[in-house]
Protein backbone atom coordinates (compact mmCIF):
# COMPACT_ATOMS: atom_id res chain seq x y z
CA UNK A 1 0.00 0.00 0.00
CA UNK A 2 1.38 3.37 -0.94
CA UNK A 3 1.73 5.88 2.17
CA UNK A 4 0.80 9.03 -0.09
CA UNK A 5 0.92 12.29 1.43
CA UNK A 6 -2.90 13.06 1.39
CA UNK A 7 -4.41 15.10 4.05
CA UNK A 8 -6.74 13.56 7.16
CA UNK A 9 -8.68 15.79 9.39
CA UNK A 10 -6.22 17.38 12.15
CA UNK A 11 -6.76 16.31 15.38
CA UNK A 12 -5.06 16.68 19.39
CA UNK A 13 -2.41 19.41 18.94
CA UNK A 14 -2.52 20.45 15.28
CA UNK A 15 -4.03 23.63 13.81
CA UNK A 16 -7.45 22.95 13.37
CA UNK A 17 -8.01 22.37 9.30
CA UNK A 18 -8.96 26.09 7.51
CA UNK A 19 -6.64 27.55 9.91
CA UNK A 20 -4.62 30.12 7.87
CA UNK A 21 -0.94 31.34 8.05
CA UNK A 22 0.73 34.79 7.38
CA UNK A 23 -2.25 35.64 5.30
CA UNK A 24 -1.14 33.01 2.78
CA UNK A 25 -0.95 29.09 3.54
CA UNK A 26 -4.27 27.45 4.91
CA UNK A 27 -4.20 24.20 6.49
CA UNK A 28 -6.22 21.14 5.32
CA UNK A 29 -5.07 18.44 7.01
CA UNK A 30 -2.77 16.42 8.64
CA UNK A 31 0.43 14.73 7.04
CA UNK A 32 2.21 13.51 10.52
CA UNK A 33 3.49 14.36 13.90
CA UNK A 34 6.61 13.69 15.42
CA UNK A 35 8.63 14.28 18.13
CA UNK A 36 9.85 17.84 17.25
CA UNK A 37 7.07 19.04 14.86
CA UNK A 38 3.42 18.39 13.24
CA UNK A 39 3.42 18.50 9.10
CA UNK A 40 0.49 19.54 7.21
CA UNK A 41 -0.72 19.02 3.55
CA UNK A 42 -1.84 23.22 2.97
CA UNK A 43 -2.75 25.09 0.23
CA UNK A 44 -0.33 28.19 -0.94
CA UNK A 45 -3.31 30.89 -1.62
CA UNK A 46 -1.21 33.03 -3.82
CA UNK A 47 0.35 30.59 -5.85
CA UNK A 48 -2.80 28.25 -5.83
CA UNK A 49 -1.12 24.89 -5.23
CA UNK A 50 -0.34 22.17 -2.37
CA UNK A 51 2.56 21.97 -0.22
CA UNK A 52 4.05 20.89 2.45
CA UNK A 53 3.96 22.97 5.82
CA UNK A 54 6.23 21.91 8.83
CA UNK A 55 5.65 23.11 12.24
CA UNK A 56 7.69 23.54 14.99
CA UNK A 57 6.02 21.77 18.07
CA UNK A 58 8.35 19.49 20.28
CA UNK A 59 6.31 17.36 22.11
CA UNK A 60 6.83 17.80 25.65
CA UNK A 61 8.37 21.48 25.45
CA UNK A 62 5.00 23.05 24.23
CA UNK A 63 1.68 22.65 24.59
CA UNK A 64 -1.49 24.48 22.31
CA UNK A 65 -3.31 27.60 23.46
CA UNK A 66 -6.86 28.12 24.41
CA UNK A 67 -7.24 30.07 20.59
CA UNK A 68 -5.95 26.15 19.20
CA UNK A 69 -3.19 28.36 17.22
CA UNK A 70 -0.90 30.01 20.14
CA UNK A 71 2.14 27.29 21.09
CA UNK A 72 2.94 28.15 25.03
CA UNK A 73 6.10 27.10 25.98
CA UNK A 74 6.03 24.91 29.22
CA UNK A 75 7.95 26.01 32.28
CA UNK A 76 11.31 25.18 32.49
CA UNK A 77 11.61 24.32 29.03
CA UNK A 78 12.43 28.36 27.43
CA UNK A 79 16.06 27.13 27.26
CA UNK A 80 15.68 24.07 25.64
CA UNK A 81 12.82 25.42 22.70
CA UNK A 82 14.84 27.88 21.89
CA UNK A 83 18.01 25.65 21.31
CA UNK A 84 15.13 23.57 19.27
CA UNK A 85 13.90 26.46 17.28
CA UNK A 86 17.38 27.21 16.12
CA UNK A 87 18.16 24.05 14.93
CA UNK A 88 14.10 24.13 13.23
CA UNK A 89 15.66 27.13 11.64
CA UNK A 90 18.27 25.77 10.43
CA UNK A 91 16.82 22.84 9.02
CA UNK A 92 15.25 25.15 6.76
CA UNK A 93 17.89 27.60 5.73
CA UNK A 94 20.23 24.40 4.62
CA UNK A 95 17.67 23.15 2.35
CA UNK A 96 16.84 27.10 1.07
CA UNK A 97 20.98 26.94 0.37
CA UNK A 98 21.21 23.75 -1.34
CA UNK A 99 17.90 24.85 -3.04
CA UNK A 100 17.47 22.83 -6.98
CA UNK A 101 19.58 19.66 -6.04
CA UNK A 102 18.30 16.85 -7.61
CA UNK A 103 17.32 14.12 -4.76
CA UNK A 104 16.57 17.40 -2.28
CA UNK A 105 13.06 18.36 -1.44
CA UNK A 106 12.78 21.92 -2.21
CA UNK A 107 11.84 24.27 0.83
CA UNK A 108 10.21 27.82 -0.45
CA UNK A 109 9.38 30.02 2.90
CA UNK A 110 10.67 30.04 6.52
CA UNK A 111 8.59 32.05 8.61
CA UNK A 112 7.15 32.89 12.82
CA UNK A 113 3.84 33.11 13.73
CA UNK A 114 2.16 31.72 16.79
CA UNK A 115 5.20 31.96 19.18
CA UNK A 116 6.65 29.61 16.81
CA UNK A 117 8.49 28.47 13.44
CA UNK A 118 7.26 27.00 9.91
CA UNK A 119 8.78 26.26 7.10
CA UNK A 120 6.84 25.43 3.50
CA UNK A 121 7.98 22.55 1.39
CA UNK A 122 7.63 20.59 -1.65
CA UNK A 123 4.42 17.80 -0.88
CA UNK A 124 5.62 14.66 -2.12
CA UNK A 125 3.66 11.98 -2.80
CA UNK A 126 4.76 8.15 -2.55
CA UNK A 127 6.29 6.76 0.33
CA UNK A 128 10.10 6.07 2.36
CA UNK A 129 12.30 3.06 1.37
CA UNK A 130 11.14 1.59 5.11
CA UNK A 131 7.83 1.52 3.54
CA UNK A 132 8.50 0.19 0.48
CA UNK A 133 11.30 -2.39 1.96
CA UNK A 134 8.42 -3.73 4.24
CA UNK A 135 5.88 -3.90 2.02
CA UNK A 136 7.61 -5.42 -1.18
CA UNK A 137 10.51 -6.97 0.23
CA UNK A 138 14.35 -6.89 -0.72
CA UNK A 139 14.99 -4.87 -3.62
CA UNK A 140 17.54 -6.23 -6.27
CA UNK A 141 20.82 -4.32 -7.63
CA UNK A 142 19.49 -3.18 -10.60
CA UNK A 143 16.65 -1.51 -8.86
CA UNK A 144 18.74 0.19 -6.50
CA UNK A 145 21.33 1.38 -8.30
CA UNK A 146 19.82 4.24 -9.48
CA UNK A 147 18.06 5.21 -6.16
CA UNK A 148 22.04 5.06 -4.70
CA UNK A 149 23.12 7.22 -7.59
CA UNK A 150 20.71 10.18 -6.89
CA UNK A 151 21.46 9.95 -3.46
CA UNK A 152 25.36 10.23 -4.22
CA UNK A 153 24.85 13.10 -6.74
CA UNK A 154 23.22 14.98 -4.11
CA UNK A 155 25.68 13.80 -1.18
CA UNK A 156 28.61 14.97 -3.11
CA UNK A 157 26.75 18.74 -3.51
CA UNK A 158 26.15 18.20 0.41
CA UNK A 159 29.58 17.54 1.15
CA UNK A 160 31.51 20.13 -1.23
CA UNK A 161 29.49 22.83 0.81
CA UNK A 162 31.00 21.77 3.56
CA UNK A 163 28.15 19.70 5.47
CA UNK A 164 27.35 15.95 6.69
CA UNK A 165 23.72 14.70 6.92
CA UNK A 166 24.20 12.13 9.92
CA UNK A 167 21.19 10.43 9.63
CA UNK A 168 20.78 8.50 6.18
CA UNK A 169 18.77 5.49 6.84
CA UNK A 170 15.80 3.89 4.82
CA UNK A 171 13.12 6.24 7.40
CA UNK A 172 14.86 9.19 5.69
CA UNK A 173 15.11 8.32 2.04
CA UNK A 174 11.33 9.65 0.13
CA UNK A 175 11.00 7.79 -3.35
CA UNK A 176 8.06 9.65 -5.05
CA UNK A 177 5.28 8.27 -7.06
CA UNK A 178 6.57 10.13 -10.20
CA UNK A 179 10.20 7.75 -9.71
CA UNK A 180 11.76 10.65 -8.15
CA UNK A 181 14.32 9.92 -5.18
CA UNK A 182 14.38 12.56 -2.39
CA UNK A 183 16.94 12.46 0.84
CA UNK A 184 14.41 14.16 3.45
CA UNK A 185 15.10 15.29 7.48
CA UNK A 186 18.01 17.60 7.35
CA UNK A 187 17.53 18.32 11.25
CA UNK A 188 20.72 16.72 12.23
CA UNK A 189 23.08 18.33 9.13
CA UNK A 190 26.17 20.00 10.93
CA UNK A 191 29.46 21.56 9.23
CA UNK A 192 32.34 19.13 9.28
CA UNK A 193 34.84 21.59 8.69
CA UNK A 194 36.59 23.03 11.58
CA UNK A 195 34.27 21.22 13.97
CA UNK A 196 35.55 18.75 16.76
CA UNK A 197 32.14 18.46 18.90
CA UNK A 198 29.30 16.99 17.67
CA UNK A 199 25.95 16.16 19.55
CA UNK A 200 25.54 12.41 19.74
CA UNK A 201 23.05 11.14 17.20
CA UNK A 202 22.66 7.47 16.66
CA UNK A 203 20.52 5.29 14.75
CA UNK A 204 22.08 1.55 15.42
CA UNK A 205 23.27 -0.28 12.73
CA UNK A 206 23.26 2.62 10.26
CA UNK A 207 25.37 5.19 12.60
CA UNK A 208 29.01 4.14 11.89
CA UNK A 209 31.16 4.43 15.70
CA UNK A 210 32.05 7.92 15.50
CA UNK A 211 29.32 9.33 15.70
CA UNK A 212 28.70 7.28 19.44
CA UNK A 213 31.35 10.26 20.72
CA UNK A 214 30.88 13.69 21.13
CA UNK A 215 34.69 14.02 19.79
CA UNK A 216 34.45 11.44 16.96
CA UNK A 217 36.05 12.52 13.68
CA UNK A 218 32.95 13.20 11.98
CA UNK A 219 33.35 14.17 7.49
CA UNK A 220 32.08 12.56 4.48
CA UNK A 221 33.18 9.08 5.56
CA UNK A 222 30.17 9.30 8.27
CA UNK A 223 27.56 9.61 5.46
CA UNK A 224 29.42 6.65 3.32
CA UNK A 225 28.85 4.35 6.68
CA UNK A 226 25.35 5.25 6.65
CA UNK A 227 23.90 4.79 3.15
CA UNK A 228 26.31 1.66 2.66
CA UNK A 229 24.59 0.54 5.59
CA UNK A 230 21.12 1.41 4.29
CA UNK A 231 22.57 -0.72 0.78
CA UNK A 232 23.00 -3.78 2.73
CA UNK A 233 19.67 -3.41 4.27
CA UNK A 234 17.78 -2.64 0.87
CA UNK A 235 19.18 -5.63 -0.54
CA UNK A 236 19.88 -8.47 2.35
CA UNK A 237 16.41 -7.13 4.69
CA UNK A 238 19.05 -7.18 7.76
CA UNK A 239 20.24 -3.89 9.76
CA UNK A 240 23.69 -4.44 9.92
CA UNK A 241 25.28 -5.00 13.89
CA UNK A 242 25.99 -2.38 15.84
CA UNK A 243 28.99 -0.21 15.65
CA UNK A 244 30.08 -0.39 18.79
CA UNK A 245 29.57 -4.22 18.84
CA UNK A 246 31.51 -5.12 15.70
CA UNK A 247 34.41 -3.08 17.31
CA UNK A 248 34.60 -5.58 19.60
CA UNK A 249 33.95 -8.25 17.50
CA UNK A 250 32.69 -7.84 13.96
CA UNK A 251 29.99 -10.21 13.24
CA UNK A 252 28.70 -8.36 9.96
CA UNK A 253 27.54 -11.59 7.81
CA UNK A 254 29.09 -10.69 4.32
CA UNK A 255 27.02 -9.39 1.73
CA UNK A 256 27.82 -11.83 -0.81
CA UNK A 257 26.67 -15.02 1.49
CA UNK A 258 23.50 -13.14 1.45
CA UNK A 259 22.83 -12.34 -2.09
CA UNK A 260 24.71 -14.43 -4.50
CA UNK A 261 23.24 -12.43 -7.15
CA UNK A 262 24.74 -9.18 -6.52
CA UNK A 263 27.55 -8.61 -8.31
CA UNK A 264 31.14 -9.25 -6.40
CA UNK A 265 32.95 -5.69 -7.04
CA UNK A 266 29.20 -4.32 -5.50
CA UNK A 267 29.45 -6.47 -2.18
CA UNK A 268 33.09 -5.39 -1.55
CA UNK A 269 32.32 -1.85 -2.21
CA UNK A 270 29.32 -2.08 0.16
CA UNK A 271 31.86 -4.18 3.11
CA UNK A 272 34.14 -1.57 2.88
CA UNK A 273 31.88 1.57 3.17
CA UNK A 274 30.50 -0.41 6.42
CA UNK A 275 34.08 -0.89 8.15
CA UNK A 276 34.00 -0.08 11.69
CA UNK A 277 37.47 1.99 11.44
CA UNK A 278 37.74 5.56 9.72
CA UNK A 279 41.07 4.34 8.17
CA UNK A 280 39.80 1.53 6.70
CA UNK A 281 36.77 2.71 4.93
CA UNK A 282 35.85 5.26 1.78
CA UNK A 283 36.65 9.03 2.61
CA UNK A 284 34.33 10.24 0.01
CA UNK A 285 31.27 9.64 -1.90
CA UNK A 286 33.52 9.76 -5.25
CA UNK A 287 35.80 6.79 -3.69
CA UNK A 288 32.57 4.96 -3.31
CA UNK A 289 30.77 5.40 -6.35
CA UNK A 290 34.12 4.53 -8.43
CA UNK A 291 34.11 1.11 -6.56
CA UNK A 292 30.59 0.53 -6.62
CA UNK A 293 31.20 1.36 -10.72
CA UNK A 294 28.25 3.49 -10.83
CA UNK A 295 28.94 6.56 -13.94
CA UNK A 296 28.75 9.66 -12.40
CA UNK A 297 25.93 12.26 -13.98
CA UNK A 298 28.19 12.82 -17.11
CA UNK A 299 26.55 16.92 -16.85
CA UNK A 300 24.68 18.78 -14.30
CA UNK A 301 20.76 18.82 -15.64
CA UNK A 302 19.00 22.16 -16.50
CA UNK A 303 18.86 24.16 -12.99
CA UNK A 304 15.68 24.39 -11.99
CA UNK A 305 16.39 25.84 -8.75
CA UNK A 306 15.26 28.88 -7.06
CA UNK A 307 15.43 32.42 -6.38
CA UNK A 308 16.24 33.54 -2.59
CA UNK A 309 15.95 36.58 -1.00
CA UNK A 310 19.78 37.04 1.14
CA UNK A 311 18.70 40.52 2.96
CA UNK A 312 16.36 42.86 3.32
CA UNK A 313 12.59 42.71 4.22
CA UNK A 314 12.11 39.45 2.73
CA UNK A 315 14.81 37.57 3.53
CA UNK A 316 14.47 34.50 4.42
CA UNK A 317 11.70 33.53 1.37
CA UNK A 318 12.47 31.53 -1.86
CA UNK A 319 10.40 31.10 -5.08
CA UNK A 320 10.81 28.36 -7.64
CA UNK A 321 12.21 29.69 -11.06
CA UNK A 322 11.56 26.98 -13.79
CA UNK A 323 13.43 27.62 -17.35
CA UNK A 324 11.40 29.83 -18.79
CA UNK A 325 9.62 31.39 -16.07
CA UNK A 326 10.06 35.19 -14.95
CA UNK A 327 9.47 36.66 -11.31
CA UNK A 328 8.49 40.58 -11.43
CA UNK A 329 9.36 42.52 -8.39
CA UNK A 330 8.01 45.55 -7.21
CA UNK A 331 5.25 47.26 -4.90
CA UNK A 332 2.40 46.44 -7.44
CA UNK A 333 -0.20 43.84 -6.71
CA UNK A 334 0.07 41.85 -9.81
CA UNK A 335 3.58 41.34 -8.96
CA UNK A 336 5.59 37.84 -8.24
CA UNK A 337 7.35 39.18 -5.25
CA UNK A 338 5.35 42.12 -3.77
CA UNK A 339 6.81 44.62 -1.28
CA UNK A 340 4.00 46.93 0.63
CA UNK A 341 2.64 49.83 -0.88
CA UNK A 342 5.18 52.34 1.73
CA UNK A 343 8.42 50.80 0.75
CA UNK A 344 10.90 52.87 0.34
CA UNK A 345 13.23 53.13 -2.66
CA UNK A 346 11.32 50.36 -4.54
CA UNK A 347 8.70 51.51 -7.87
CA UNK A 348 5.63 49.84 -8.76
CA UNK A 349 7.56 47.77 -11.14
CA UNK A 350 10.75 47.72 -10.29
CA UNK A 351 13.05 44.34 -11.98
CA UNK A 352 12.04 41.24 -13.06
CA UNK A 353 14.42 37.86 -12.98
CA UNK A 354 13.69 35.40 -15.45
CA UNK A 355 15.40 32.38 -16.45
CA UNK A 356 16.05 30.98 -20.25
CA UNK A 357 14.78 27.69 -21.25
CA UNK A 358 18.12 26.20 -20.85
CA UNK A 359 18.20 27.90 -17.22
CA UNK A 360 20.51 30.62 -17.66
CA UNK A 361 19.40 33.86 -14.74
CA UNK A 362 19.19 37.42 -16.07
CA UNK A 363 17.82 40.21 -14.72
CA UNK A 364 16.29 43.55 -15.97
CA UNK A 365 15.49 47.04 -14.32
CA UNK A 366 11.88 47.74 -15.54
CA UNK A 367 12.50 51.51 -15.25
CA UNK A 368 12.38 51.86 -11.45
CA UNK A 369 13.85 55.44 -10.05
CA UNK A 370 16.21 54.39 -7.53
CA UNK A 371 17.79 51.48 -10.09
CA UNK A 372 18.81 47.78 -9.66
CA UNK A 373 22.32 46.50 -9.69
CA UNK A 374 24.40 42.88 -9.85
CA UNK A 375 26.96 42.92 -7.03
CA UNK A 376 29.39 40.83 -5.96
CA UNK A 377 33.56 39.55 -6.98
CA UNK A 378 34.42 42.44 -6.63
CA UNK A 379 31.63 44.57 -8.99
CA UNK A 380 28.98 46.22 -8.67
CA UNK A 381 27.22 46.85 -12.10
CA UNK A 382 24.22 49.00 -12.73
CA UNK A 383 21.29 47.90 -14.71
CA UNK A 384 20.52 50.14 -17.39
CA UNK A 385 16.30 50.08 -17.97
CA UNK A 386 14.85 47.79 -19.65
CA UNK A 387 17.92 45.66 -20.78
CA UNK A 388 18.78 42.11 -19.84
CA UNK A 389 22.05 40.87 -17.71
CA UNK A 390 23.01 37.84 -17.05
CA UNK A 391 23.58 37.33 -13.25
CA UNK A 392 26.52 34.60 -13.64
CA UNK A 393 27.18 34.11 -10.15
CA UNK A 394 26.21 37.63 -8.54
CA UNK A 395 23.80 38.23 -6.86
CA UNK A 396 20.60 41.26 -7.48
CA UNK A 397 20.79 44.20 -4.97
CA UNK A 398 18.02 46.93 -4.93
CA UNK A 399 16.13 49.91 -2.45
CA UNK A 400 18.00 49.86 1.09
CA UNK A 401 19.20 46.47 1.36
CA UNK A 402 17.13 44.00 -0.62
CA UNK A 403 19.71 41.23 -2.08
CA UNK A 404 18.83 38.51 -4.29
CA UNK A 405 20.45 35.55 -5.08
CA UNK A 406 20.53 31.88 -7.58
CA UNK A 407 20.05 29.05 -4.76
CA UNK A 408 21.47 25.45 -6.07
CA UNK A 409 24.39 26.78 -7.54
Same mark, same amino acid.
Given at each position: ???????????????????????????????????????????????????????????????????????????????????????????????????????????????????????????????????????????????????????????EKIHGAGL??????????????????????????????????????????????????????????????????????????????????????????????????VPSQVCQA?????????????????????????? %? @?????? *?? $??? #? /??? !???????????????????????????????????????????????????????????????????????? %? @?????? *?? $??? #? /??? !??????????
Amino acid at each position: MENKQTHTRTGGEALPAGTILLNRYRIDGLLGQGGFGITYVALDLQLQRPVALKELFPSGYVSRGSDLQTVCICPGKEESTAHLRMRFEQEAQILMRLQGLEGLVWVSHLFSQNNTAYYVMELLVGEDLSHKLRTEGVMTWPRLMPILATLMNALEKIHGAGLIHRDISPDNIFLTRDGGVRLIDFGSVRSYQGSDHFTTLIKHGFAPWEQYLTKGNQGPWTDVFSLCATAYFSLTGKCPPRATERRMHDTLIPLEQLCPNVPSQVCQAIRKGLAVEIGDRFSSIDQLRKALMVP %A @PASPPP *VR $GAV #V /CLR !GMLAGKSWMLPPGGVLRIGRSPDCHIVYPGNTVGISRYHCTIGRTPDGILLVRDDGSSCGTRLVGQGQSVPL %A @PQKWYR *VN $GLH #V /CFG !GQEEFAETGR
